[in-house]
């Protein structure tokens, strides 16, 4: 079969797999071609089973797999037989030289952009899909003008804002496209044609366009903004905590100045995944290097007050227990970093649960979909944590439970029969403000809610 455009993406992941997927779904006279180095990965995508787990993700899979959706670990065939070229490869944070701890790594997205330069036969648009730093398109153009040999690259930026739990419908129905380019008259067109893949289902006044570095800085821009608000309203809690104020009700009054806006104004352990901090200490880089020195210390706070929020929520859960976590049992309910993903980059279940075993206590970890991740992410401990999928099994034997993650399946559970099963006194940590806490309170729980009035039995 012929098709009207052919299309690569450089990275099977959270983003690359489910946006391709969408893409061919939504323009069956497209190919769509999806091509990462681990072998493992391809394989999960091609069985139908993809390795991410996504609500719709699945059908939507299915329905391409043969037909216009492709999936290889053949990078150098991608590249020969693919005009249009998305880059959507990890840009996790420095671990090592310069920058390290705040700039992005970029020897993923280096490596996919000498690929492209030394297997292209013909020109190629490549787009930036990863989350890059500002001004990484122009080291990008660098790196592929060199060859001189009539062959050329447009590049551009097009940043995913899709968040994880929700991919498809996001993908499906975004709030906007956004896609940065030249001015140029070979950039307005590399533009236009992109304009043209998304105008198969997206309605032309959501593509929003711009200049490239107005679009890379607005995704570590629109990043920073979320983050600030999780950040915030949890730094309320806080206050909440120390002054009977309750910040579900702060959050929805100050949610109904429509200037605000109620979205995002959950006050919880804290935000994880592997964008947002990553994203943040970014910006905080960049700033850092331009001399924005007093901006770069705002920016960082927005981070500062996440990892306090953790701390906290554990400090609060010794103050309660009677000062000492030592030999007690823990059971987190839920690992990954939020609901509906079985991602756990990032979570704060991670650093709770370290923390929890400075304390001597013993977890255990229950998650309908994030326990292989969990064991990967805590591999290095050698004792003090169990892994147990059915939530009762997971709670006998333990003094407090400690919700992680807002899967709407722990608020249906029989309470009741948990309490039978736990040490007394029983506690409730709930970290994401999800359960009925009243209720709870009635059964014999003492409960810790977030940025709440504590309703204990002492
Ligand atoms: N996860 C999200 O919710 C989200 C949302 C918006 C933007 N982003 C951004 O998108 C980018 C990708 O994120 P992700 O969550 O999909 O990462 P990921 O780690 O899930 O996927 C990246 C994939 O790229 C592959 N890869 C790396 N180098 C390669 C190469 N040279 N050739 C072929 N394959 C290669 C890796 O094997 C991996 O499978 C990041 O920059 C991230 O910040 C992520």
């Known amino acids: ?106 020897q993923y997205w280096e490596l996919a952009a000498r690929q492209i330069l030394e297997h292209a036969e013909s020109s190629k648009i490549v787009i930036e899909k990863s989350t890059f730093p500002v001004k990484t398109a122009q080291a990008m153009e660098r790196i592929l003008m060199s060859r001189n040999d009539g062959i050329h690259f447009d590049v551009l930026s097009n940043p995913e804002f899709l968040a994880e739990g929700t991919a498809i419908r996001d993908l499906m129905n975004p709030d906007r496209v956004l896609i940065g380019s030249r001015s140029t008259e070979r950039g307005l067109k590399a533009r236009d044609e992109l304009v043209q893949i998304y105008a ?65 104004l959950n006050a919880s352990i804290g935000f994880g995944g592997s964008c947002f901090k990553k994203d943040i200490l970014n910006l905080v880089y960049l700033c850092r290097v331009e001399g924005l020195e007093e901006v770069a210390d705002y920016v960082e706070r927005v981070v500062r007050i996440n990892e306090y929020q953790k701390e906290r929520f554990v400090l609060n859960m010794l103050t309660a227990m009677f000062n000492t976590l030592a030999g007690k049992k823990i059971c987190l309910f839920g690992f990954a970093f939020k609901a509906d993903t079985g991602d756990t980059r990032e979570s704060p279940a991670i650093d709770v649960t370290r923390r929890l075993l400075e304390e001597h206590a013993e977890i255990v970890v229950t998650d309908p979909q994030a326990l292989v991740s969990a064991r990967e992410d805590l591999a290095d401990l050698e004792r003090g944590v169990s892994y147990v999928a059915d939530p009762y099994e997971a709670i006998r034997g333990c003094h407090a439970i400690a919700v992680m993650t807002e899967w709407s399946l722990y608020r249906e559970l029989d309470y009741r029969k948990i309490h039978d099963l736990m040490v007394k006194p029983a506690f409730v940590f709930d970290g994401r403000n999800i359960l009925d806490h009243q209720a709870l309170f009635e059964i014999g729980f003492n409960v810790y809610p977030i940025g709440k009035r504590p309703m204990s039995h002492f």
């Open 200 to 264: 198969n289902w997206v309605s032309r006044e959501r593509i929003l366009t711009s200049n490239i570095w107005s679009s890379e800085l607005s995704k570590l821009a629109s990043n920073f903004f979320l983050a600030q608000r999780i950040s915030t309203i949890n730094a309320i809690s806080a206050v909440c905590e120390k002054t009977g104020a309750d910040v579900t009700e702060v959050a929805k009054i100050v949610g109904m100045d429509s200037r605000i806006g109620s979205k995002f």
């Open 1 to 106: 079969m012929s098709f009207d455009k052919r299309i690569l993406c450089i990275g099977a992941g959270y983003v690359g797999g489910p946006t391709m997927a969408v893409i061919a779904s939504k323009c069956p006279r497209y190919s769509v071609t999806v091509v990462d180095v681990d072998q493992g990965r391809v394989d999960a995508w091609n069985s139908g089973k993809p390795p991410i787990y996504e609500p719709g993700l699945d059908e939507v899979v299915r329905q391409g797999l043969g037909r216009n959706l492709f999936f290889t670990t053949d990078i150098a065939r991608g590249i020969r037989e693919n005009d249009i070229i998305f880059v959507s490869v990890n840009t996790p944070t420095k671990t090592f030289g310069a920058g390290a701890g705040l700039a992005a790594d970029l």
